[in-house]
């Protein structure tokens, strides 16, 4: 409109005082070329007009067009993000396949480590990341990978749970394991056996080559050995970081003096392979000093370990006595099943909330058919780790790093 209104005022002005090429001529001669140029003046006002009046035109035509556009794209959006309002952690894509790990939760912070072994804890902790994702990779099950992470933390005396297992207040180490198949819904479990070097291969024994999901003691040692798993001598167990702790819960327990048996270390993974099925496993020595054949969460299908494709993956650490009263780990599948929860709103409140709210310590590892990872833990810290394909390794320890 302003460059509309300036050529209007500076034709008329320009033309009426200063023709431009006229010069002295007569007042017929000035009157019939003050017309031609009023004619001229007057076509070229309508031309422009008429551009005008048509950009104007397209101009609207356009303002409309991308009017209607952009209401259709937030209709779209809208629509689209309907179904999904709860699903804080949903991933762009989903992953060809994820493995996740813990090591256990508790009172760990750096200065209690050290540089050293926290590097070694690191390290271990890649170890088995690699070597389930490595299965993934090559298109294995997420049940392969689950087993074969754990038995590299079984291994390894870093961890409560094989080699490194925490004594019971008889100096035993009594080790509890379970495995569970989101696919199928098969789990098995042992509890309280002191002779099988790794429990979560004994677990997942139980759960394919027996009728039955738990067994105990000598009659799961007795089964295990039928189907050729490696025995040990009880002595295999013996380390002296567990013994000395021992002996210093014993002390304190005779100066009654609240005692530490809330021992981290226990170990988890859970993983969704290429095709994918979740699979959740869980090994421990349990509780230092634990007493009278005392079993955990993590043998116990629900507690500590759970699976089910339709929802996700959990592994569960921390105070047992509590995770088996509150069911933690199919209290998490269940609250995304029935509620529509997303991974992350599920295990965080019930880490977070529900078990802080009663001093129960602890935390889990969960993986949702999508693979989305939560790993919550009300605790100083937990050795965790997640291995996504076609990325590198992730390993915090500590509570600051998440
Ligand atoms: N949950 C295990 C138990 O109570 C211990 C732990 O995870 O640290 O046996």
Known sequence: MTDFKYVINGSVDKFATDPPGVGHVSQINT???????????????????????????????????????????????????QPTVKEKTTIEKKPEWVIVIHGGAGNINPERIGPDKEKDYIDKLKEALEAGGRILDNGGSSIDAVEAAINILEDCPLFNAGKGAVFSAGGVNELDASIMDGLTLNAGAVAGVTRIKNPVSAAR???????????????????????????????????????????????????QKEDDSKKSG???????????????????????????GRVGDSPIIGAGTYADNNTCAVSATGHGEYFIRNVVAYDISARMKYSGESVDQAAGDIINNKLKSINADGGVIALDKNGNIAMPFNTTGMFRGYLVAGQKPVIAIFAKEN
């Open 205 to 255: 024994k139980v759960m394919e080559a027996s009728p039955h999901v738990i067994l105990v003691r000598e009659g799961a040692e007795e089964f295990a050995k039928g189907q050729g798993l490696e025995m040990v001598d009880p002595e295999y167990f013996y380390t002296e970081e567990r013994w000395n702790s021992l002996q210093r819960i014993k002390e304190r327990e005779r100066q």
């Open 266 to 292: 226990t170990v988890g993974a859970v993983a969704l392979d290429r095709q994918g099925n979740l699979a959740a496993a869980t090994s421990t020595g349990g509780m230092t000093n634990k007493k009278w």
């Open 31 to 81: 009157e019939i070329a003050g017309w031609v140029l009023l004619i001229h003046a007057l076509t070229k006002i309508l031309a422009v007009g008429k551009r005008i009046i048509h950009n104007l035109k397209n101009i609207i035509q356009m303002k409309v067009l991308n009017g209607l556009l952009m209401l259709v794209a937030m209709i779209g959006v809208f629509a689209c993000n």
